[in-house]
């Protein structure tokens, strides 16, 4: 009966298995999370952490609860490691625009062959080149933390709704709205071709408060006018083909698959 009870409590004690892992990307995303250095020791009494490309890679986990995965699908081999890392996680989460929306790699989509072919590795043709694309063309995605890269605080607080089983709130509300807690004034009123209307939030409007604009790489709120948005950059006097440059720079895809112009090749 005591040992019963051991086993019992050790199961009830037992850290989630947490894997970090990246594909085609450069990375940057995952620094976010050692970006937490003040707080990592913290997180590995809360999460048992089995695969980290910049810590360790082990072979040995069966099962994860949750992954973090990065970077987009543009070679077969990413594919493979996605579908098999996939297969053992109950949770997966897309992590950078590049995992969630395809990203700047994704603008490929949008050229002209001839214009970058001669890119392509042809002395390493075992790296056999796909169409780059978000990793929820292929496998199911749970959840999504957005942005390039992603915000280091958002990623730490998903961590800790997972560990409570807390389900992890989604922000809904515009980079414009982080802007007025910034105290930022508006870039639009500068002059300035400003996404922030129309892209998702929670980053601390890092971009604006530097007097960047915002390229919208978060992505695009769930009640986003793009149409309406386009019109009225046009009227501020942008040229069109570089309102839709702007938009497709790190989400062209998603605005693809929801109708909006900007799909055609023109590079």
Not at 39 to 58: G, W, Y
Not at 113 to 123: P, W
């Amino acid at each position: 009966m005591l040992r019963k009870q051991k086993i019992e409590k050790k199961k009830k004690n037992k850290k989630p298995v947490v894997g970090f892992y990246a594909i085609t990307g450069c990375q940057g995303c995952l620094l976010s999370v050692l970006f937490n250095e003040d707080k990592l020791f913290d997180l590995t009494k809360l999460i048992d952490i089995k695969a980290f490309p910049f810590i360790k890679q082990l072979e040995g986990a069966k099962e994860f609860d949750v992954v973090f995965m990065e970077g987009l699908v543009a070679k077969k081999n990413d594919l493979k490691e996605l579908k098999e890392i996939r297969a053992k996680t109950k949770v997966l989460v897309a992590i950078g625009a590049c995992a969630c929306t395809g990203g700047i790699p994704a603008f490929r989509n949008f050229m002209k062959e001839d214009n970058y072919k001669h890119l392509v590795y042809h002395k390493a043709m075992h790296l056999t080149d796909m169409k780059p694309t978000p990793i929820d063309k292929y496998v199911k995605v749970d959840y999504y933390l957005p942005g390039c890269p992603p915000d280091k605080n958002e990623i730490l607080t998903f961590i800790k709704d997972f560990v409570l089983g807390k389900k992890p709130e989604i922000y809904k509300k515009p980079v414009c709205f982080d802007c007025r807690k910034e105290g930022n004034p508006c870039l639009l009123d500068s002059g300035k071709l400003c996404l922030g209307p129309i892209t998702r939030g929670n980053c601390g409007a890092v971009c604006p408060s530097g007097g960047l604009e915002c390229w919208g790489c978060r992505g695009p709120t769930d009640d986003a006018n793009i149409k309406t948005m386009m019109s009225l950059l046009e009227k501020k006097g942008f040229d069109v083909s570089h309102i839709k440059k702007r938009m497709k720079s790190f989400v062209g895809l998603k605005l693809a698959k929801k109708g909006i112009d900007t799909y055609e090749q023109e590079y």
